[in-house]
């Protein structure tokens, strides 16, 4: 039922890591090029969760894709305008405030994508025993 959405988890996830241990080899260049492209799939992805809050014939997924968006929106702007500065303090320059701010984002992205992994297998297995428990009932009702 759901191994489509798993596949292309998966292949994400296995992208994601693929990217990352190529960069970690200190080649800047490199981990510009792929922050661009990067960049470029996250700003598509986006578009298409617009793109599916304007047109959708379900509220349902008009409602879901918005939240998705407006929680991208919300983390965005904290990103940009109030975590440097909380490091002001800690830190002398505003570059040092920014690659603290950047760091404790990156660390808190992937803490939110593995709690978001969490709760996908919740919901999951949740459709699935819905989905069981509505055979079970028509089998009764045979």
Do not use: W
Request: proline share 1%.
């Amino acid at each position: 039922m759901f191994a489509v959405k798993l596949y292309e988890l998966e292949q994400q996830y296995g992208r994601m890591q693929s990217r990352l241990h190529l960069c970690q080899q200190d080649d800047h260049q490199k981990i510009r090029r792929e922050l661009q492209r990067a960049t470029e799939e996250y700003q598509e992805d986006e578009l298409l969760l617009k793109k599916n809050v304007e047109n959708s014939r379900s509220p349902a997924v008009a409602a879901l894709a918005e939240a998705q968006l407006e929680y991208s929106r919300r983390v965005k702007e904290i990103y940009d305008r109030e975590l440097p500065e909380y490091f002001q303090e800690e830190t002398e320059t505003d570059q040092e405030n920014q690659a603290e701010a950047t760091a404790l984002y990156a660390e808190y992205a992937i803490d939110f994508a593995v709690q978001s992994m969490r709760y996908a297998l919740m919901t999951t297995l949740k459709a699935i025993d819905t989905q069981m428990d509505t055979e079970e009932e028509e089998k009764k009702n045979e």
